[in-house]
């Protein structure tokens, strides 16, 4: 349901271009573009934001960094062999897998790199521009779908903070679908306000978390006591490497605790453990355990159990928070846009983290769009109008304006005044 408004090309630059999302994003938006598959899990192809002045799926261009050179096109044949991809698919939309993959240019910084953060931004910084520029593209979004990285210390950048600065000196709005650091560096606090960009953040909800801000206020509007809240992450590939550090780990289940403290007004016992198991591929397996209390104090247990893709999870959201961020920048929107915090683990501002209030808030986002879309539409018929119609619209108001002082010159005469 993308709008009809025409529109002119727009780019999504992936950090992290060549991983199993950003590939899983590249190959599906350009299935879906082309009818091959529905846009099943993208909230922004459902009724809530028709005619909102959404970029279509064809208009994106995709580009991006990555530390590693394995190309899109093989990437996405592996993918495929796993079933993370359809059977096909990557044979289906080569051109566009290897025009994106066209599009990526190396990230960093990499061992043994000896410039300075100044010199690794001013380069992210010229990749990013040279993108937009030569594409002919009106605008770029940056979204981080690169590893988890552990919790930044000290005064120095990590990498994601060093392409979220390069994002706001290009003059981008940013996303961060990772619980890495990103914009959320104290450094960069300053530059986030003055860029007057919108951004957005942070940590993608896709499985767990998405269950836990649904049924923690399930428990809290019930009135029932929950003792404890424990849970395990089995999963492989890429994220779960990079999840087998620890301090990455903690940085990822951050976003799980605050759920949960949010919504039932306390943090129960019980923690999260996240194992890797390369075997599983990009296949992940999330367990929960709740121990709760109900009347009379009498004991009682609920156990879920979440199956699921992480990539395939993912990649609807990545392209609905692009196309909403995208949007956002165009409408003048700046800072954070709390309103899609139902996407996040960890929503920037002063957001809500029940699911119901999240949707909530987004609805009325889109409705705000929405409206944006109309006011667009009749400035443009205005500027299309050919003048003589102006011109008789012009007359004609004129017209109904004499109309009413000479009627309200009649009224005051009979009146005597």
Known sequence: MSASLPRNRMGIWLIGARGSVATTVVAGCAAVAAGLHPPTGMVTETPLFADCGLPPLASLVFGGHDVTGCPLPKRAEQLAAGGVLPHGLPAAVPGELAAADAEIRPGGPAPGDTRDATEVIAAFTAD??????????????????????PVATGDALPPSSLYAAAALRAGCPYV????????HHPALAEAAEESGLPYAGRDGKTGQTLLRSVLGPMFAQRALAVRAWSGTNLLGGGDGAALADPAAAAAKNAGKERVLADTLGGTPQGEVHIDDVPALGDWKTAWDHVAFDGFLGTRMILQTVWQGCDSALAAPLVLDLARLTLRAHERGHSGPLTDLAFYFKDPLGDAPSALGDQYTALTGFAQRLREGARDAEDAEAVAAAPDTEVAAATSDTAAAAVMANTADAADAEAQGC
């Open 128 to 149: 990013i521009s040279d993108f937009v520029r030569r594409n002919g593209l009106a605008r770029a979004v940056v979204v981080n779908v690169a590893s988890t990285e």
């Open 176 to 183: 961060n679908f990772t619980p890495s650091t990103g914009l």
